[in-house]
């Protein structure tokens, strides 16, 4: 099975920072990574998929970046509605597995 | 509007038994590939199968393979997952998910929390 490892975890920034969270797939995974947000109490909603495409209304602020085993999720600056926790998926071989979430919070 | 509805959770003894639901309206169902996710209160996200849109293709994690199934009905346009010989670290929320052609999910039900104890 394939393990994905994010960091850092968690990452402190404030309000117009840039921020980059990083994601390690234990072997190659070509393109096939997910980048999703989860509020407290909601479900995920999906960010970036194949490593760097925008998900239909996400802002633009978000982008992916990456292939192979190394991916990034950036956000050029952010906002206060940011302030969530991000996990990366990969979907190259079942069990699709998801990294561990990076808490992003104030800093 | 895409939706997604879970229901069936509830307080189920170690060793039990429970089908999840999921409706989905808004769009044509059959077409999709469809997920269950499932999230441990304050923890973190573990994918948990996956099946095709005419039912005929599974995937399962490790964990839960052999005691999980995932189905669906098309013409009911509902998903399911049947979830037996439950233990307690199957506590959770399960989310369904819809795939958006490219393996990832687009829309997510509210999930719908299965508490395993005695």
């Known amino acids: 099975d394939i393990q994905m490892t994010q960091s850092p975890s968690p990452l402190s920034a404030s309000v117009g920072d840039r921020v980059t969270i990083s994601c390690r797939a234990s072997q190659s995974i070509s393109t096939y990574l997910s980048w999703y947000q989860q509020k407290p109490g909601k479900a995920p909603t999906l960010l970036i998929y194949?490593?760097?495409s925008l998900q239909s209304g996400v802002p633009a602020r978000f982008s992916g970046g990456g292939s192979g085993t190394d991916f990034t999720l950036t956000i050029s600056s952010l906002h206060p509605e940011d302030f969530a926790t991000y996990y990366c998926q990969q979907s190259f071989s079942a069990p699709y597995s998801f990294g561990q979430g990076t808490k992003l919070d104030f800093k | 509007e895409v939706q997604l509805v879970e229901s069936g959770g509830g307080l189920v003894q170690p060793g039990g038994s429970l089908r999840l639901s999921c409706e989905a309206s808004?769009?044509?169902?059959?077409?999709?590939?469809m997920h269950w996710v499932r999230q441990t209160p304050g923890k973190g996200l573990m994918w948990v199968a996956r099946?095709?849109?005419?039912?005929?293709?599974?995937n399962y994690a490790d964990s839960v393979k052999g005691r999980f199934t995932i189905s669906r009905d098309n013409a009911k346009n509902t998903l399911y997952l049947e979830i037996n010989s439950l233990r307690v670290d199957d506590t959770a929320v399960y989310y369904c998910?819809?795939?958006?052609?490219?393996?990832?999910?687009?829309?997510w039900g509210q999930g719908t929390l299965v508490t395993v104890s005695s």
């Open positions: 194949l490593a760097s």
């Open positions: 099946l095709n849109g005419d039912g005929s293709i599974t």
């Open positions: 998910a819809r795939d958006n052609f490219y393996d990832s999910g687009d829309f």
């Open positions: 808004g769009f044509t169902f059959s077409r999709h590939w």
